[in-house]
């Protein structure tokens, strides 16, 4: 199994406890985060992918004050 396929699998198991299983995650990058756009017949959004960085002493983005931060941001 490849890495976009897990991320892939990641996606569509993520829409489908939003009840968006029916949906196709369209792909749209990877850096720090993985990124897909979901468009219903209602909406457009994306969806975000958290992957930690695990090679690097910089914990910053694991710390809990800093995702609250994000979604705070995100809202």
């Known amino acids: 199994m490849t890495q ?3 991320y892939d699998d990641i996606a569509k198991f993520a829409l489908d406890q ?3 299983g029916q ?3 369209s792909f749209l990058g ?3 985060s993985v990124t897909f756009r979901i468009q ?3 909406e457009k959004f994306l969806l975000r992918i958290h ?3 695990s090679n690097t002493n910089d914990d ?3 710390k809990p004050e800093v995702i609250e ?6 809202d």
Do not use: C, R
């Open 4 to 6: 976009a396929s897990i």
């Open 40 to 42: 219903t017949q209602e």
């Open 69 to 74: 931060s994000e979604l705070l941001w995100l």
């Open 60 to 62: 910053v983005w694991q």
């Open 51 to 53: 992957q930690p960085i």
């Open 23 to 25: 949906e196709q995650p």
């Open 18 to 20: 939003y009840g968006l």
């Open 30 to 32: 990877h850096s720090e």
